[in-house]
């Protein structure tokens, strides 16, 4: 089979796994997948951009998105930095340590995140190779759900599995650490952050219950 056909094959296999992903499937691994995007590094001129035309609804989830809207308006990338920089930075350590190990044990690198390596190999996710950050980081956790939502790494996994993998790497401690992130010193555009974020945690635990009801 030439490189061509491989890239032929990939495409039509990637076409085929979203056609497999419901509307309300890409929207919440959409959701994922942002708040990754804004929680691995500080907002950029364009991100900011883009966060300055997202719109809500009068949900209260759709409320916090409106908020960031406004607060990304009118902040500045350097600002961003600086204040990212002091939450998750710092000189030594930043305000917060956005990591399960550390909200779970008190420690980094502890047994949250061996079970996280070990699932991850299991599913057939992988660490990318420019990003050094253990795997256990919020931004981390959020786009491997979105991976598994939509079916990155290969097909859309089963909302069971989802929920499994929810239930032991991002439940437990998310919510404790957007809520952390609503109320640092700090926070200012990353609150705001941290409000959508825990919004969207507790829609997802909800969606998760009714799903599981259903189906027992």
């Given at each position: 089979?030439?490189?061509?056909?491989?890239?032929?094959?990939?495409?039509?296999?990637?076409?085929?796994?979203?056609?497999?992903?419901?509307?309300?499937?890409?929207s919440?691994?959409?959701?994922?997948?942002?708040?990754?995007?804004v929680?691995?590094?500080?907002?950029d001129?364009?991100?900011l951009?883009q966060?300055?035309?997202?719109?809500g609804?009068?949900?209260?989830?759709?409320?916090?998105?409106?908020?960031?809207?406004?607060?990304s308006k009118?902040?500045?990338?350097?600002?961003?930095?600086?204040?990212?920089?002091?939450?998750?930075?710092?000189?030594?350590?930043?305000?917060?340590?956005?990591?399960?190990?550390?909200?779970?044990?008190?420690?980094?690198?502890?047994?949250?995140?061996?079970a996280?390596?070990?699932?991850?190999?299991?599913?057939?996710?992988s660490?990318?190779?420019?990003?050094?950050?253990?795997?256990?980081?919020?931004?981390?956790?959020?786009?491997?759900?979105?991976a598994?939502?939509?079916?990155?790494?290969?097909?859309?996994?089963?909302?069971?599995?989802?929920?499994?993998?929810f239930?032991?790497?991002?439940?437990?401690?998310?919510?404790?650490?957007?809520t952390?992130?609503?109320?640092?010193e700090?926070?200012?555009?990353y609150a705001?952050?941290?409000?959508?974020?825990?919004?969207?945690?507790?829609?997802?635990?909800?969606?998760?219950r009714?799903s599981?009801?259903?189906?027992?």
């Amino acid at each position: 089979m030439s490189r061509q056909d491989r890239i032929e094959m990939d495409e039509r296999m990637d076409l085929k796994h979203k056609a497999d992903v419901s509307q309300e499937d890409r929207s919440r691994a959409d959701m994922y997948n942002f708040l990754g995007l804004v929680l691995a590094r500080p907002a950029d001129e364009i991100l900011l951009e883009q966060m300055s035309q997202l719109s809500g609804d009068q949900s209260e989830l759709g409320k916090a998105v409106e908020t960031l809207k406004r607060v990304s308006k009118v902040s500045k990338p350097n600002s961003v930095e600086i204040e990212f920089n002091k939450l998750f930075i710092g000189v030594g350590r930043g305000e917060l340590l956005p990591y399960a190990s550390y909200y779970l044990t008190g420690f980094l690198n502890e047994k949250p995140l061996a079970a996280l390596r070990r699932d991850m190999v299991n599913l057939g996710l992988s660490r990318a190779s420019n990003v050094y950050e253990p795997e256990d980081n919020i931004a981390s956790l959020m786009e491997m759900m979105a991976a598994l939502i939509v079916g990155r790494f290969g097909s859309p996994v089963s909302l069971g599995k989802q929920l499994k993998f929810f239930d032991k790497h991002i439940r437990p401690w998310a919510g404790h650490f957007f809520t952390d992130l609503e109320a640092a010193e700090s926070s200012i555009l990353y609150a705001s952050v941290g409000s959508v974020g825990r919004l969207f945690m507790e829609i997802e635990v909800e969606a998760f219950r009714m799903s599981a009801e259903k189906s027992a």
